[in-house]
């Protein structure tokens, strides 16, 4: 099965500094990858839509300056917080879309990055 | 406004009996959906999905239903085993599934031995 990859699994960082999350897609390429985060006992929200050689899609209310994203290869996109602060602690999940040829909608998940800013 | 609604936060059923979690959709546009299962501390995987042309799909122990009048579906479980203990998405997709996926608020079943 296809396997999503994110790393690192958790982090602790200091306000006012930058983290840096990366997702891979392990056994198939994906040209689109998504970027989603989680408080706790709330949905999965759509954060962006990250296109590898263009960029990323950011849903309203994102602040596309303070999360930087890049999908620079075909099985690698990267979410860098910037100048975090601590209420951006949460659980950031990426996922990715498989090929169309698998005839599937249905995307992959990684494991998710807990984030806590102190 | 949330487009993708699981009203039940959270659900508890004895192992062997059926597990029903239920969702509900406000978006007239939505044609494909997912449930997702989730641990803490963990991403999503995928269980199973159905397309609007459908009613009804099967895969194993698990069968989503789907009512487009209704804009309501469900996922029923059975027989329910400790290990589904786990909180359960509701996700609703346009375009046959290639557009962005909405997910619901999640449910969390619980499974007592």
């Known amino acids: 099965g296809a396997v999503v990859s994110q790393h690192p699994s958790w982090v602790i960082c200091k306000s006012g500094t930058s983290v840096k999350i990366e997702c891979r897609s392990l056994d198939f390429q994906a040209t689109t990858m998504f970027w989603y985060r989680q408080f706790p006992k709330q949905s999965l929200m759509l954060m962006a839509t990250?296109?590898?050689?263009?960029?990323?899609?950011?849903e309203q209310g994102v602040e596309k300056d303070k999360f930087l994203i890049n999908h620079a290869s075909l099985t690698l996109s990267t979410l860098t917080v910037t100048s975090a602060h601590p209420e951006d602690s949460s659980f950031y999940i990426c996922s990715a879309d498989p090929p169309r040829r698998w005839s599937s909608y249905e995307q992959y998940f990684g494991p998710g990055t807990r984030l806590t800013v102190t | 406004d949330q487009q993708v609604k699981q009203n039940s936060p959270s659900l508890s059923v004895q192992e062997g009996r059926i597990s029903i979690l239920n969702c509900d959709y406000t978006n007239s546009m939505f044609d494909y959906f997912l449930w997702y299962k989730k641990y803490p501390a963990e991403g999503p995987t995928f269980l199973i999905s159905i397309s609007s042309i459908k009613d009804k799909n099967e895969d194993g122990r698990f069968t989503v239903f789907l009512n487009k009048s209704a804009k309501h579906l469900s996922l029923h479980i059975v027989p329910s085993q400790p290990g589904d203990s786990a909180v359960y998405f509701c996700?609703?997709?346009?375009?046959?599934?290639?557009?962005?996926?909405?997910f619901g608020k999640g449910t969390k079943l619980t499974v007592n031995p």
């Open positions: 990250s296109n590898e050689g263009s960029k990323a899609t950011y």
């Open positions: 996700a609703a997709s346009a375009q046959g599934g290639s557009e962005k996926l909405v």
